[in-house]
T-cell receptor, first 115, second 110 residues
Framework: EAGVAQSPRYKIIEKRQSVAFWCNPISGHATLYWYQQILGQGPKLLIQFQNNGVVDDSQLPKDRFSAERLKGVDSTLKIQPAKLEDSAVYLC?????????????FGPGTRLTVL | SQKIEQNSEALNIQEGKTATLTCNYTNYSPAYLQWYRQDPGRGPVFLLLIRENEKEKRKERLKVTFDTTLKQSLFHITASQPADSATYLCALERGFKTIFGAGTRLFVKA
């Protein structure tokens, strides 16, 4: 079974530039998550999709971050414009269904450096 | 506000011993608690899940306890091996909201 795919693996940009990350979840998984993990911290949930609808985006900085999951499959996360404090690893995860009794499968992450 | 605390200091143990990691939480009543392992440069990998009405779960060399009165979960790795060296994260969930702790770094010395 193929895992969660993410690209790119690494990205370096200047502040105020824009950047986009892509995620392809495990086939058949209805729920998709985007997390931000700053060095030394645990993953912080940014947005959770159930199919192509948003379940929770309460911690997404909506003035600069946006995410979409067209057709309920793959997803993109965009940052525009980027700030220095956005430097982090962006993790995508998927699960069969929503809810804490479903294990989440994580991708390798995209390491973003904002200069 | 909701808060999760895991041992901020790394845990160093000798091979063959039991490693015990702690996850404490406040201002939260999770329905589920999960433990993940994370290696450097990789995404977390699911290990175990325990529900609020369960006291203990086991899987091979792993054991998780969940005390909703103390608001604490303990994660045990018995007969630890150098390959168990990693960061271990606890995650709490209720109502489709997942919160992760910062993790505890475990080093198992041969």
């Amino acid at each position: 079974e193929a895992g969660v795919a993410q690209s790119p693996r690494y990205k370096i940009i200047e502040k105020r530039q824009s950047v986009a990350f892509w995620c392809n979840p495990i086939s058949g998984h209805a729920t998709l998550y985007w997390y931000q993990q700053i060095l030394g911290q645990g993953p912080k949930l940014l947005i959770q999709f159930q199919n192509n609808g948003v379940v929770d985006d309460s911690q997404l900085p909506k003035d600069r971050f946006s995410a979409e999951r067209l057709k309920g499959v793959d997803s993109t996360l965009k940052i525009q414009p980027a700030k220095l404090e956005d430097s982090a690893v962006y993790l995508c995860a998927s699960s069969l269904l929503a809810g804490g009794d479903n294990e989440q499968f994580f991708g390798p992450g995209t390491r973003l450096t904002v200069l | 506000s909701q808060k999760i605390e895991q041992n901020s200091e790394a845990l160093n143990i000798q091979e063959g011993k039991t490693a015990t990691l702690t996850c404490n939480y406040t201002n939260y009543s999770p329905a589920y608690l999960q433990w993940y392992r994370q290696d450097p440069g990789r995404g977390p990998v699911f290990l175990l899940l325990i529900r609020e009405n369960e006291k203990e779960k086991r899987k091979e060399r792993l054991k998780v306890t969940f005390d909703t009165t103390l608001k604490q979960s303990l994660f045990h790795i018995t007969a630890s091996q150098p390959a168990d060296s990693a960061t271990y994260l606890c995650a709490l969930e209720r109502g489709f909201k997942t919160i992760f702790g910062a993790g505890t770094r475990l080093f198992v010395k041969a």
